[in-house]
């Protein structure tokens, strides 16, 4: 069946460092690509999307790009804040409003 | 409207009692989500609804849960006989589609509903 798989947190950063977070899919179509953020004490937010190959989502500084030959989705941003600090979850779905299939979340922390 | 909301926001119960959450999307969703997230996992999902009705169950949701959107607005999700496996958060999402191939439509989550199993 489809599942994500996300690398294992936590992840420590020092603020200004380069972020990658490793998001990998297994998928018997052709899903949509995305991340989600939860902050300390909120709700799940979406973070970025990316609907087909070789599309790149972007949003606050954050970039993913569908990679269908790797079947990847890597979260990254050049330069993370104190206030990046959260839990990040890699997910997919198909026909754009079903069900979301989730990754275990990777736990970033940034310090100043 | 501020967004989906989820009451209450933490239960604690004893083993073998039944409980009730309930989520209000936002005003104009159609669709209404439920996941359910332990500790250090992703959320799953459990069964969403278009309308007041039920498109998709998860196989590995137990038949001690159900949930019902009876006028296609508010939605509860009710456990029977709850067992400690069942602590968990309980996430309400809602989106709005349109049934356009083309369009995304996002999932909005609530705060979510904390379930603790004695």
């Known amino acids: 069946g489809d599942s994500v798989t996300q690398m294992e947190g936590p992840v420590t950063l020092s603020e200004e460092a380069f972020l990658t977070i490793n998001c990998t899919y297994t998928?018997?179509?052709?899903?949509?690509l995305f991340w989600y953020v939860q902050y300390p004490g909120e709700g799940l937010q979406l973070l970025l999307k990316a609907t087909k190959a070789d599309d790149k989502g972007s949003n606050k500084g954050f970039e993913a790009t569908y990679r269908k030959e790797t079947t990847s989705f890597h979260l990254e941003k050049g330069s993370v804040q104190v206030s990046d600090s959260a839990v990040y979850f890699c997910a997919l779905n198909y026909n754009q409003g079903g069900k979301l299939i989730f990754g275990q979340g990777t736990e970033l922390s940034v310090k100043p | 409207d501020t967004g989906v909301s989820q009451n209450p926001r933490h239960k604690i119960t004893k083993r073998g009692q039944n409980v009730t959450f309930r989520c209000d999307p936002i005003?104009?969703?159609?669709?209404l989500y439920w996941y359910r997230q332990t500790l250090g996992q992703g959320p799953e999902f459990l069964t969403y609804?278009?309308?007041?009705?039920?498109?998709?169950k998860s196989r590995l949701l137990s038949d001690r849960f159900s949930a019902e959107r009876p006028k296609g607005s508010f939605s509860t999700l009710e456990i029977q006989r709850t067992e400690q496996g069942d602590s968990a958060m309980y996430l309400c999402?809602?989106?709005?589609?349109?049934?356009?191939?083309?369009?995304?439509?996002?999932?909005?989550f609530g705060p979510g509903t904390r379930l603790t199993v004695l």
């Open positions: 999402a809602s989106s709005w589609t349109s049934g356009r191939p083309s369009t995304y439509n996002e999932q909005f």
């Open positions: 005003s104009e969703h159609n669709r």
């Open positions: 998928a018997t179509g052709y899903p949509s």
């Open positions: 609804f278009q309308n007041e009705a039920q498109l998709e």
